[in-house]
């Protein structure tokens, strides 16, 4: 009998001891006030357990508990999970706690919102999300979040992201993977050197990872987030893949089973189709005309909509059925030029890339299911043009920045090739600006502009005369901020797509442009291409910053003085020249009445270290000092 009490008092001592630790763990008060500063919210407790136990199983299980300070930080509880036929969600559910650590709600799976992942342009779906939609009533809180994961699919072993987001502290994360051995687990750390990242278990078999102590990063203008947060890929060399075993040793390996086991067999055509695409083509030889024949076909034919169920996140619809529908996502409509490039004897590879503005490469050091877009690449002397085949209006050939300049893998049926896509250098990026502008005795302005803009500038411009006429005014009205109460007149667009090149002519006017104080009129010189917003000011920058594409910028403005109205002070020459860019104006007299501005902006593209960024706010500070310089008029005696 008192052995029985003892083990029944022994078991009511663990119990209390660990709930007291867990209800000290909900307490806002114990986090360090280190770890409160700059922060929307502290993660207590980050721990992601994966368990590998085949090429076809695997289990996720996670245990998150955050303390959130205000609405800001409610994106680091980070409480969802996605599911298919292929994976399960077992288990989730939440807890919410007050400051005081004591019990808000308790929130289980039937009241997480359960809804398919669609967008505007996803035709449909079957993969589906559970996530938290909870609303707090006061701040800060604590909640507590777990789920357990299950599925078939390995290819996909999530990254581990200990710390993810500006102004969100850590107090510890934790990783743990169990795999068995034969299936060749590997793994790569990015970011870790500034981070200390405690590696307890590193084996081919079991990992066992710890970061604790992080204060908030705070968010710096011109930093990649990619190039600052710690992070670890993972990967098998035997994965699975929606029912399809595959293997991954290196990048050659990969691609030839990309190339035999997902896409083999989805090229078919009607016969009839391919007898029009040939009478199309007709006697052409030349392969570039012959692809940008079928290029244009595809883009008059078919549009853009995201398919995603099952293995359709990596498999192409079939050929066949974007010929009869007239629709696919990136996946289908890439295939599908490829098929009609087969029919005409052009070779073209189906490639797969990270698109994104911020340029993202696939990890060229890491064989692994990466990438989250495809193009198409053409093989021509020693070249490649690559085809984004879901745009209808996009030339043949041309990059926008959703993915030039990166690694990329073309996967060919002998094996997969890391290539780089189409870089457009500084110069070539180009806005060529010719105009004029009158100012009236009153101040009032009246100008006319055209724009020529190429690389990447293209890019920038080339929706603009597709949008609707209100939205091309807003666009304007926002460019030209700098010219109040401004009016658009008239508007015109010359698409030149084979030299890639947007030309806009427009006419404007404008009341009250000059300004009449003391009987002076001041205006600005430079009417038509202010340098836009500041360059921060950051004490002590911690992390490197980026210029990831460079331009030019050249300006050749005609001005007319107002009548009765002379020169009182007239900007001088100015001439910048640094290792981010140059900068260069002029102001030329014509005659009393008659000037010509002349305006030339440099940008490199480059990184550059954390010591070098107020270098950098200088430069730009000082052109847009220069922008703003103002000509002084006086009434003629």
Not at 266 to 276: A, I, M, S, V
Not at 328 to 334: R, S, V
Not at 338 to 355: F, I, M, P, Q, R
């Amino acid at each position: 009998m008192i052995k029985k009490n003892s083990l029944l008092f022994l078991v009511f001592l663990v119990f209390s001891i660990t709930s007291l630790a867990q209800k000290n763990t909900f307490l806002i008060s114990t986090i360090a006030d280190s770890l409160k500063q700059n922060a929307n919210a502290v993660i207590r407790l980050n721990q992601i357990d994966i368990l590998i136990t085949s090429q076809e199983n695997m289990k996720i299980t996670t245990n998150r508990i955050v303390s959130v300070y205000n609405e800001k930080g409610m994106g680091a509880i980070d409480a969802s999970e996605g599911y298919d036929k292929r994976t399960k969600v077992t288990s989730i559910e939440a807890t919410v706690f007050d400051e005081n650590g004591k019990e808000i709600k308790r929130i289980k799976r039937k009241d997480f919102r359960d809804q398919c992942v669609i967008d505007g342009s996803t035709l449909f779906s079957d993969n589906r999300t559970l996530f938290l939609n909870y609303t707090p009533t006061q701040y800060p809180f604590t909640i507590v979040y777990t789920s357990e994961i299950e599925t078939s699919n390995t290819a996909f072993i999530p990254r581990w992201y200990p710390l993810s987001d500006y102004n969100v502290s850590l107090e510890k994360s934790i990783l743990n993977v169990n795999c068995p051995v034969d299936l060749g687990f590997k793994k790569k750390e990015i970011n870790f050197s500034n981070f200390k990242v405690r590696k307890n278990t590193d084996t081919t078999n079991q990992l066992n990872y710890e970061l604790v102590g992080v204060v908030a990063q705070k968010p710096e203008d011109y930093s990649i987030s990619n190039l600052i947060f710690p992070n670890l890929m993972m990967g098998l060399e035997k994965f699975h893949l929606e029912g399809v075993n595959g293997y991954a040793k290196d990048w050659k390996e990969f691609g030839k089973w990309y190339s035999d086991d997902i896409l083999a067999g989805t090229t078919e055509l009607p016969e009839e189709t391919k007898t029009k695409i040939k009478s199309l083509v007709g006697d052409e030889k030349d392969i570039v005309k012959k692809a940008k024949i079928v290029y244009q076909y595809v883009q008059s034919k078919s549009r853009y909509v995201s398919i995603q169920v099952g293995i359709g996140g990596w498999k192409p619809m079939l050929a066949s059925d974007v010929d009869r529908v007239g629709y696919g996502d990136c996946k289908a409509l890439t295939n599908y030029t490829k098929a009609l490039l087969d029919v005409v004897g052009v070779s073209s590879y189906n490639t797969l890339l990270y698109g994104d503005p911020t340029k993202t490469n696939i990890e060229s050091d890491f064989v692994a299911m990466q990438g989250n877009h495809m193009i198409l690449c053409i093989p021509q002397n020693d070249k490649n043009i690559f085809l984004e085949c879901t745009s209808q209006d996009s030339p043949f050939g041309y990059q926008g920045t959703f993915t030039d300049d990166r690694d990329v893998l073309v996967v060919k049926s002998d094996g997969g090739e890391i290539v780089r896509t189409t870089i457009y250098e500084d110069k070539d990026n180009t806005q060529i600006s010719h105009g004029s502008y009158t100012i009236s005795p009153t101040g009032d302005f009246t100008g006319k502009i055209n724009i020529l803009s190429s690389g990447t500038q293209y890019n920038k411009k080339s929706q603009i005369p597709s949008v609707l006429p209100h939205q091309k005014e807003s666009y304007y009205k926002e460019y030209w901020d700098n010219i109040n109460n401004l009016k658009i007149e008239k508007v015109n667009f010359v698409n030149d797509k084979e030299k890639v090149q947007l030309t806009e002519e427009l006419a404007l006017s404008a009341t009250n442009y000059g300004v009449i104080t003391n009987g002076r009129m001041l205006f600005e010189v430079n009417a038509y291409n202010h340098t836009s917003g500041n360059v921060k000011r950051i004490r002590n920058r911690k992390t490197p910053f980026e210029i990831q594409r460079g331009y030019v910028d050249k300006d050749e403005i005609a001005i007319e003085l107002p009548v009765h109205f002379v020169i009182e002070f007239l900007p001088t020459n100015f001439e910048l020249i640094t290792k981010f860019g140059e900068y260069k104006t002029e102001i030329i007299k014509k005659n009393n009445s008659s000037l010509l501005y002349k305006r030339t902006m440099f940008l490199k593209k480059g990184l550059y270290s954390n010591k070098e960024y107020d270098d950098f706010r200088l430069f730009m500070e000082q052109i847009e000092k220069n922008d703003n310089s103002k000509i002084i008029l006086i009434p003629n005696p």
